[in-house]
């Protein structure tokens, strides 16, 4: 069974930063690409981070690009987002999702998890 | 705003079938595959359809999905109580090398 498990949600004020962390099991996390795609309140869903499976290549949203770093430790069969200069635009559900294509690029979006609560107020 | 279009909303009654539209450019939808999501809220977002057209093996035949040049389409037949929810279609852009995500459209099953 395919699980991803996110963590490390929170409150932080505006300018701050935090890491979410996103624990894989029940698939090859080392061959599989992976993304993180959050869902603002009251917002539909959008794609903020990919990252290939080896030599990694990545890819940014706008909205997030120059503030947030995606990264992977494969030994750990862990997903990061690394995410600065936060702003309550950021708020957000934050999931860590699998990749259904065994490359990066054009992308499908086949596995999910449960999400991470990422708000940001003063 | 998003890059991918959708309607904001469609409602039908149970039993009918209904149709989603997803409206694109040559480098979104024109240059690669189109994939399209459930979401209920409280709920993860679940894979409908792939590749434009393919549908994973537990999604029941009564969801469709195909494209023509830069739009794309959603369709549901046999509409039952349990497919409200909001419908998302999604793609890569090969100009911007980022995932674009339509802005979700509501079912109503009325």
């Known amino acids: 069974e395919v699980k991803l498990v996110e963590s490390g949600g929170g409150l932080v004020k505006p300018g701050g930063s935090l890491t979410l962390s996103c624990e894989a099991s029940?698939?090859?996390?080392?061959?599989?690409?992976m993304h993180w795609v959050r869902q603002g309140p009251g917002k539909g869903l959008e794609w903020v981070s990919g990252?290939?499976?080896?030599?990694?290549?990545?890819g940014y949203a706008d909205s997030v690009k120059g503030r947030f770093t995606i990264s992977r430790d494969n030994a750990k069969n862990s997903l990061y987002l690394h995410m600065n200069s936060l702003t309550p635009e950021d708020t957000a559900f934050y999931h860590c999702?699998?990749?259904?294509?065994?490359?990066?690029?054009?992308?499908?979006?086949?596995?999910w998890g449960q999400g991470t609560l990422v708000t940001v107020s003063s | 705003q998003s890059v991918l279009t959708q309607p904001p909303s469609v409602s039908a009654a149970p039993g009918q079938r209904i149709t989603i539209s997803c409206s694109g450019r040559?480098?979104?939808?024109?240059?690669?595959?189109v994939s399209w999501y459930q979401h209920v809220p409280g709920k993860v977002p679940k894979l409908l359809i792939y590749?434009?057209?393919k549908r994973p093996s537990e999604i029941p035949d009564r969801f469709s999905g195909s494209k023509s040049g830069t739009s794309a389409t959603l369709g549901i037949t046999g509409l039952q109580n349990g497919d409200e929810a909001d419908y998302y279609c999604?793609?890569?852009?090969?100009?911007?090398?980022?995932?674009?995500f339509g802005g979700g459209t509501k079912l109503t099953v009325l």
């Open positions: 029940g698939f090859s996390f080392e061959d599989s690409v």
């Open positions: 990252i290939s499976w080896s030599r990694p290549s990545t």
């Open positions: 999604a793609t890569w852009d090969s100009s911007l090398r980022i995932g674009v």
């Open positions: 999702v699998r990749d259904g294509r065994g490359w990066y690029g054009d992308p499908f979006f086949l596995d």
């Open positions: 590749d434009d057209d």
């Open positions: 040559s480098s979104s939808i024109g240059a690669n595959y």
